[in-house]
């Protein structure tokens, strides 16, 4: 069997298991977790099968069966994953590419003035509706130049004329993906390194610390934050929250947030405007309005230690409860993104470790936003 190279945490009874290899999170306990250490220092299946059977009394032959289970799922886990980014081995032809765009626009975040040129109008819907709130007029002084367009039946990214990456045309998300991660390198003078993770999540601030809600599309993330903006608190990002490696920090990133068709009329209540501002088209079925986040808040940057997993259900009045970590920690992955080295994932294993997790189900609107309200005020 190939080397396994790994990453691991104990919370409480199980292993927390990262694979550099496949950049795979998974959880272990006894005695998977007995059978995978032997396996990833390669022992042989029959030597661990012997050990196995006198440490859980169990016969050789059920031992043997077991771990050779487990070797194939620890080979199929340990693969590589096939990037759907290319690696960026050969792009003279991206850097050299030459086109007229179709439109230019500048944007300011905070004191920052970046300009983005897009070569197609399906590529200008990737990112300006989203900071189209931010547009400034083009005689200011850019301090970084973004540029979007398709070469060889690819999306090309380039900033400041350097070749960032190159997608299918299907892949939008890993471009946007991509692009906000540099956005937010040149908003906070920072670079690939100093992120710990970003989330998918929303974020809102009292001035002193900041609470995160995460979820699935469609489950009231964006809703929740909106409303507890409308009592006093401040959203200083929707969707994409970076984490600063060392301090824990929630760093802004003001792009507008996304009101999808279901939740229209209650945030037509509390932003009546929202209902002159034009609908776009983000899928087959799904129809969007976007709510512009203020742009003065590119410095409200505050240590975050609670996530709250927020889903909106009319058949529960109210329901919240802390998680145990272990539960929360194994959600919160498939809501992030960390970059794949041993040391960041060590870190994000202890950070994580020192953060409070709470799952609200809910219908009643007021009884969700008093016991988030209840949140804020405990230190």
């Given at each position: 069997m190939a080397k396994v190279a790994y990453v691991k945490k104990k919370i409480g009874q199980s292993y927390l298991v990262w694979l550099q290899n496949s950049n795979l999170y998974f959880q272990l306990e006894e005695p998977a977790w007995f059978a995978f250490r032997?396996?990833?220092?390669?022992?042989r299946a029959e030597t661990i099968a012997v050990e196995f059977g006198q440490r859980y009394g169990v016969s050789v032959e059920?031992?043997?069966a077991f771990v050779a289970e487990m070797r194939d799922r620890?080979?199929?886990?340990?693969?590589?994953?096939?990037?759907?980014?290319?690696?960026?081995?050969d792009m003279d032809i991206f850097r050299k590419y030459v086109f007229t765009p179709i439109s230019v626009h500048q944007y300011q975040f905070g004191t920052k003035v970046v300009r983005f040129s897009y070569e197609k109008e399906g590529l200008v819907k990737y990112i300006?509706?989203?900071?189209?709130?931010?547009?400034?007029?083009?005689?200011?002084?850019?301090?970084?130049s973004f540029e979007l367009f398709t070469c060889e039946g690819r999306v090309v990214f380039r900033l400041n004329g350097e070749v960032k990456g190159y997608w299918g045309k299907a892949d939008s998300e890993y471009t946007k993906g991509k692009i906000f991660l540099e956005l937010i390198n040149v908003l906070h003078d920072k670079s690939d390194s100093d992120w710990l993770m970003t989330v998918h999540a929303s974020a809102i601030t009292n001035g002193q610390k900041t609470i995160l809600f995460s979820a699935e599309p469609g489950s009231g993330k964006t809703t929740m934050a909106a409303m507890l903006q409308a009592e006093g608190f401040q959203l200083i990002s929707d969707d994409f929250v970076p984490f600063d490696k060392y301090s824990m920090q929630a760093y802004p990133f003001p792009i507008a947030m996304s009101v999808k068709e279901g939740a229209m009329k209650?945030?037509?209540?509390?932003?009546?405007?929202?209902e002159n501002r034009p609908l776009h088209y983000v899928g087959p079925e799904k129809q969007v309005r976007y709510l512009p986040v203020e742009n003065h808040k590119m410095k409200m940057i505050f240590p975050a230690h609670e996530l709250v997993f927020i889903k909106y259900d009319q058949e529960v009045d109210f329901r919240m409860v802390k998680l145990e970590p272990i539960q929360a920690i194994k959600m919160l992955l498939d809501q992030i993104w960390v970059p794949p080295s041993p040391e960041n994932v060590e870190l994000l294993f202890d950070r994580l470790e020192q953060f409070s997790f709470y799952q609200l189900v809910y219908s009643n609107n007021r009884k969700a936003l008093d016991a988030i309200k209840q949140l804020f005020d405990h230190d």
């Open positions: 032997k396996l990833a220092k390669r022992y059920e031992s043997l620890v080979e199929e886990f340990n693969q590589a994953p096939v990037s759907v980014e290319n690696d960026c081995s300006h509706p989203l900071v189209e709130h931010l547009e400034v007029a083009a005689d200011q002084r850019e301090s970084s209650l945030m037509a209540s509390l932003y009546p405007d929202l």
